[in-house]
Structures are given as C-alpha cells and as structure tokens.
C-alpha cells in the first residue's frame, strides 16, 4: 500500500466497527438552534414549574458529590401515586428515549422483528437498525387508522405513538387494549403527547395487559426537555428486568430533582397544557384561513397539508428565524408539522405565513 491509498490515520480504526452502524445513517433530530423562534421540536412554549428551579437550587455539594439514587426511588415513589400504580411498575430513564433503549435491548434477540405504523417517529426505526434487528412499516398516512395487520406481522416488539408525532392523531384506547390482547410480543405506547389528549391514556388498563408498556416524557407537557426525563410503566415482572438493562445511574440527581418538583406541581401542569390547547385551538383556527388542512390533533403540533411550496416556506420561514419542521421524505415533504407557540410566537408565524403560503 502506498501512502496515497492509506486510509487518514484518524479514520483508521473504521474497520474495527460493525459495518451496519457504519452504513446507517443515523437518527437526525430537529435542529436545536439558539436565537430563533422554535416551532420544530414540540418543546413547551411556557416555562417549567418555579418548583422545579427552588428544587435544582436546593441540591448540595454533597449530593452532587455523591452518585444519583440508581433507582430514582423518590421519583418513582411519587409518579407512581400520581399515576395509580405501584412504584415497581415504573422506570425513570434519561428521557424516554432512553426508556426506548431499554426496551429495545431488553426485547430483541437476533433475527427478531420489530413493527411499527408508518409515519411515526423516527427513533423507532435506528434503534432497530442499532441493535441489527429487521423493523416493518405498516404505511397508514391514508387516514391515520390503526392498522389490523399488526398482530399479525410476527413482531416480537410493536411500537405506537399515540398520539402520533408527526401526525397529531389518535388510537382510542380500547382499539389499543385489543391489539395488546391479540399480539404474541410487546406492545409499546408511547404517550408523550398524551397530556394533550384528555381521556387517550391507556396507563388506567396497564394491569390489564402484561405484554404493554407505557411511556411518557417531561419533555412537552411538563417544559423539562432540557433536563432529559422520561418514564416507563408496565408489570412489575417487567420493570424488574428493564432495572437490569438500563444504564446503572442513567437519571441523574439534578434531573430527579427536577421530575420529582414537576410532578408536585400539579396547578403548573394543568396550567401549561390548559394554555398549549387554547394556543392549539387559535393556531387551528388561523391556519384553515390559510387553506391549509391537517389531521385532527391530539398533541401540541399541526401536520398541516401545505402542497408543493411546503420546502420553500420552510426555507424562507428559517432564514426570518422561524424553525417548523420539514421533511424531505416521500409522504411528507409536502407538509410541515408546527408546534404550538406562545400568543405572540404564533402571531409571528402567521404573519410570515400569511405572505408566503
Ligand atoms: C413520540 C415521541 N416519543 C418520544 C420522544 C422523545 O422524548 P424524550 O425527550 O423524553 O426523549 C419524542 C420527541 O419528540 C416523541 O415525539
């Protein structure tokens, strides 16, 4: 080999790697982009509970000294008498896209597949590809419907957003508990947006099913998406064998800090979604006089039908300092998915689209 053909000494390693991870892509997350306004990545518009602040001010150099709780006991304690369950049935993860890992890692066996509907998010698909397993789309952009085939796709994992991103729409639960029954394998709900869907939470039936598991997330309702905190319910049995895959201090002392604060708060959290509906509702109202339609949502973001100018108002919308979300996708590239806003976020938004669309 002469020096010309030798591979760049940094990148030499390269070969040592598995070569699906080196030909996979990778999941690509909405561009966190300071001094502009974000619509894109479905954070809260209002800020976190004060509670939340007193609480990160009240950690002591010996507890930031010392390792977290490893089993975020406290917390757990707490989500748990909330959500009408037993301590042992939740998990605490950094984000639930941690929960997600655990789950992955926890379930597949080589070979094994995992299902999902298509469009949905988009991590359900690399963690697959991560782990080497072969994951199916069932494509129901046709009408948001859940599809029947589900259970019959020899999954050993199935994953549903509900309500969906990116689409907003919702399963009603009892459509949910028949495919936990008639599915051999486990069934993920992930309810991030739930909070934002009165009533659409099949956390109430969790001990109905021991093949379910339900996640949510801090990141929207509760304004932590800094602060990376999601949670896990399913059976104890199962919960116990999650506790050994996951990362031994994945949540750290500041964050459970953080979750446990947020979820005393209960008037700040009715507050924040109480303001992002009435916001969802008058975004509604003015995004029909623009002509535009979108699925029925039951989350705190529009999927709004836009045609083919939806790149170039994505484009011109990002250059004035206004991020929504656009993907270059078959099925999507014609829409764009816009979170809620504050009042005065959202009559920016509309004043550009208003000349644009
Ligand atoms: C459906 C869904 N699940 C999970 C997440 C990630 O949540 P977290 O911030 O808790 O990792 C998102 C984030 O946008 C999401 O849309």
Known sequence: MNDASKPALPAAGLRH????IRSMHGYTPGEQVIDCIKLNTNECAWPPSARVRAALAGVDDDRLRKYPDPRARR????????????????????????????????????????????????????????????????????????????????????????????????VPVDQLRRLADALDGILVVD????????GGSILPHLDAHPNLVVLRTFSKSYSLAGARLGLLFAAAPLVAEFMKVKDSYNVNVLTQAAGIAALEDQDHHRDLVRRTLAERARLEEQVARLGWTW???????????????????????????????WWDRPGLSSKLRITVGTPEQCDLLLKNLRELA
């Open 17 to 20: 790697l598995r070569s699906d």
């Open 75 to 170: 917390l757990r304690e707490v989500a748990a008498s909330l959500y009408g369950v037993a301590p042992e049935q939740v998990l605490a993860g950094n984000g639930s896209d941690d929960c997600l890992t655990i789950i992955y890692r926890s379930v597949l066996g080589p070979g094994d597949r995992v299902a999902c509907p298509w469009p949905t998010y988009g991590l359900y698909d690399d963690l697959a590809a991560i782990q080497g397993n072969p994951i199916e789309h069932v494509d129901w952009a046709r009408d948001w419907q859940l599809p029947a085939v589900l259970p019959r796709l020899g999954a050993k994992l199935v994953l549903l957003a509900n309500p969906n991103n990116p689409s907003g729409t919702v």
């Open 191 to 198: 309810e991030a947006y739930v909070d934002f869907c009165p």
């Open 295 to 325: 699925p029925a949502s039951g989350a705190n973001f529009l999927l709004c039908e836009v045609g083919a100018k939806a790149g170039d108002i994505y484009r011109t919308l990002k250059a004035r300092g206004l991020l929504v979300r």
